[in-house]
């Protein structure tokens, strides 16, 4: 029985290495497919224009090819780049988006989600817009607001020109006046809740409040003679 395995047996052995050569080869081309979250990078916007539409920041793509292929090929190499320079305002599709893809030789793209993009580029536009202050509560018994004043008055804006035409002002977080028996200042964030515009510096105002005492006089009220806010100019 030994005298069999023993026969022949560098034969036997430079046998075995090829069969498990070419079973590696064999597994080595077979064809595989794989799925890989993209970036989608949009370069070059044309100066003074901004995108005014929501566009996928990521692409699903599905790649197929030999498994020898696919295992050098790493997520973080793999992007999609629409330039973009050359583009006027409006809207413009991009389709085949998988020619944009920067993939090795050998492998190819089965299935893309989405598999294009619309991409509206519109003017952009600066604009200044008066803030309004927001109140929250009620002073005191007996006391009123008699003044509000905003520094800045006014704040800059800018993004898409569709979108800041319709911008009349911007206001600012709710300042809470519950119980408040003289006049105060105070720095407060400004909201904007818009998509395709946004401040150009300031996001913050210094609202100063002006708090006066009232008198009844019957059944109505009538300003005391000294307001309780001393700083306001």
Excluded: C
């Amino acid at each position: 029985m030994l005298e069999l395995v023993t026969k022949n047996w560098t034969l036997k052995l430079l046998s075995l290495v090829f069969a498990l050569f070419l079973w590696m080869f064999i597994m080595g081309e077979r064809h595989l497919e794989v799925g890989y979250t993209v970036p989608l990078e949009l370069q070059k916007i044309p100066k003074n224009l901004v995108i005014s539409n929501q566009v996928p920041s990521l692409i699903d793509v599905r790649i197929s090819g030999p498994r020898t292929l696919l295992m050098k090929v790493s997520p973080n190499d793999i992007s999609i780049t629409v330039d973009l320079s050359d583009l006027k305002p409006g809207l413009t599709s991009f389709k085949r988006l998988e020619e944009r893809l920067n993939l090795p030789s050998g492998l190819r793209v089965t299935r893309l989600s989405p598999s294009f993009v619309d991409i509206r580029l519109d003017r952009r536009r600066e604009k200044l817009v008066p803030i309004k202050v927001v109140l929250a509560g009620e002073p005191e018994p007996g006391f009123r607001v008699a003044g509000l004043k905003a520094i800045p008055e006014k704040v800059a804006v800018a993004g898409a020109e569709s979108e800041i035409k319709s911008i009349s002002e911007v206001m600012t977080e709710p300042i809470d006046l519950k119980g408040v028996t003289e006049g105060f200042s105070q720095i407060v964030p400004l909201t904007y809740e818009r998509t395709y515009s946004n401040f150009v510096d300031d996001k913050t105002a210094e609202i100063h409040v002006a708090i006066e005492g009232v008198e009844s006089v019957g059944e109505g009220a009538v300003p005391s003679s000294e307001p309780a806010e001393k700083g306001m100019k």
